[in-house]
Every structure is written in C-alpha cells, then in structure tokens.
C-alpha cells in the first residue's frame, strides 16, 4: 500500500489537474476527449472514486498543453518510493540514449514483471509487506521508460543460470520469461543476448553493471550491491567498465538464439 502521505499527493496532483481545467475553461466532456477518456471517467477521478494512473496524467498534460508538468510530478512521487542511493541513477536512466546492461542472477529491474518483482523484494527478508508493494508499485511505474515516445535502447547480457532460478516459482518464472520474449518480439529498441553456462568462467561473475550513453556522448555507469548502488563518473572508470562490457558481451549468443533460448527455459518452467 502507498503511504499516507503518497496518496496525499496523489490526490493534490489529481486535484491540480481538476484546478487546471476549470482554468481552461474545459468542461469533462471536452477535457476527456483531449485526453481520451470518457467524461465518467474524469468525473470518478476528480471525485476521488477512480484511481489517478499514469495514463491519465499523460493524457491531462496533453488535453492541458502543460509540456509534462503533471507526468513529471507523478515521476518525482515515484522515485520518492525508491530507496534514496538509487533515485540518482533512475534519473540518468530516464535521460540515457543507450542502457547497456549486464546481469547474472536476476532479470534486469526494467524488464520484470510485478509477480517477479514482488518475489525479489520479499526475499530480502527486512521489508514489510506495505514496503514491498510500495517497491514494487515504483518499479513497475519505472518499467514505462522503455514504453515512452522516446525510449533508450536497451542492450542486456543476461547469465542463462538466472534463466533457471526459481524466482517465486515455476508460475511466475514462466511468465516472466514469457515477457522477456514478447518484450524483445515488440519492442525494437530492445535486444537481449545470452551467455550460456557452458562459457565456465567469464568476467561478468564479478557482479552486475549498467553503462548509460547520455545525449552528446557522456557515459555514466552503475554498480547494484547487497547494501546499495553506486553511480560511476570517473571518465577513466566508466571507459574500464565499458570495456568489461564489450568483453562480457563478446561471450554471448547472437539475439535470435538467445531469444529461443528463453523462449524454451520458459516451457521448461511448467
């Protein structure tokens, strides 16, 4: 569950939205067809009935010509959701050009599923319940990225033993590999490429990382640990780490066979 206070935002945000109309002089008839929904539904939004989604802020902002100014507060309330060490990587990742990703025991964050999702935060064994939705609520809120008008490409190497790791359970595994292909099969910013476990030892055992390409060429990386992720800006690192990605990259099969690859440990998942 949101807390108090996030869900006092989110009606101050809906109530803005509401306030902003009326200043435009737009009845919820005509501001629910700029926005594409029906006059029922803005009425239940701004009576507190219906809840506020993203979709109806991106579409306020475009019935109210804002540039964004609602969608980017419903971005802010989301990354409040996220751990503090983490709110500065999400930022650069929503600006990047370019994410390339390496992961060896889990699904990349911006690529899972909410069941999935849900099962790796609660194996942390320290959050509540109300936390790990919370979590959960603002991953899935992150995953819009690769949706957006404009989204990054996303290449990712993906160690094939996370393909196989029983992340709550053969039903959610299933269909979170399900995803991945239906991801890769829709989306063409996105490729995924696989090592495959008889490759033995690699670099990218050493642990997960993420370089980001920013508009004009500046690259920033990201290191994910047991206590918390750490931003790279050293140039001279950066450039080590992209290196150590071209090499881990090097180890992977080509996009096709990967793609069948999770495609057939998905039916294994039964």
Request: hydrophobic share 45%.
């Amino acid at each position: 569950m949101l807390t108090a206070l996030q869900q006092s935002m989110i009606a101050f945000i809906a109530d803005e939205i509401r306030r902003a109309r009326v200043v435009a002089n737009q009845t919820q008839d005509a501001f629910g067809r700029a926005a594409n929904f029906s006059a029922t539904h803005v009425s239940s939004v701004e009576n507190g009935t219906r809840t506020l989604t993203r979709q109806y802020v991106k579409g306020a902002d475009r019935a109210l010509a804002t540039g964004g100014l609602f969608e980017r507060m419903l971005i802010k309330l989301s990354l409040e959701s996220e751990p503090s060490w983490l709110r500065e990587w999400i930022e650069i990742e929503r600006k990047a050009e370019t994410l390339r990703w390496y992961e060896y025991a889990l699904i990349p964050a911006l690529l899972q599923t909410e069941a999935y999702a849900r099962a790796v935060f609660a194996s942390t064994g320290v959050l509540s319940a109300d936390e790990i939705t919370t979590r959960v609520t603002a991953r899935m809120e992150r995953k819009d990225l690769l949706s957006s008008e404009k989204p990054p490409q996303l290449v990712a190497v993906l160690d094939e033993g996370l393909l196989h790791r029983p992340i709550g359970g053969p039903e959610v595994m299933r269909d979170q590999l399900m995803h991945l292909t239906k991801v890769v099969a829709e989306m063409s910013h996105v490729r995924l490429q696989i090592v495959p476990t008889s490759v033995g030892a690699y670099a990218g055992l050493t642990g997960p990382f993420v370089v980001a390409t920013l508009p004009g060429g500046e690259n920033l990386a990201f290191l994910d640990n047991y206590l918390k992720g750490v931003v790279v800006q050293d140039p001279s690192d950066v450039v080590s780490m992209g290196k150590a990605w071209e090499v881990v990259r090097s180890e992977a099969l080509p996009h096709q066979q990967s793609s069948k690859l999770i495609l057939e440990a998905a039916e294994q998942w039964t």
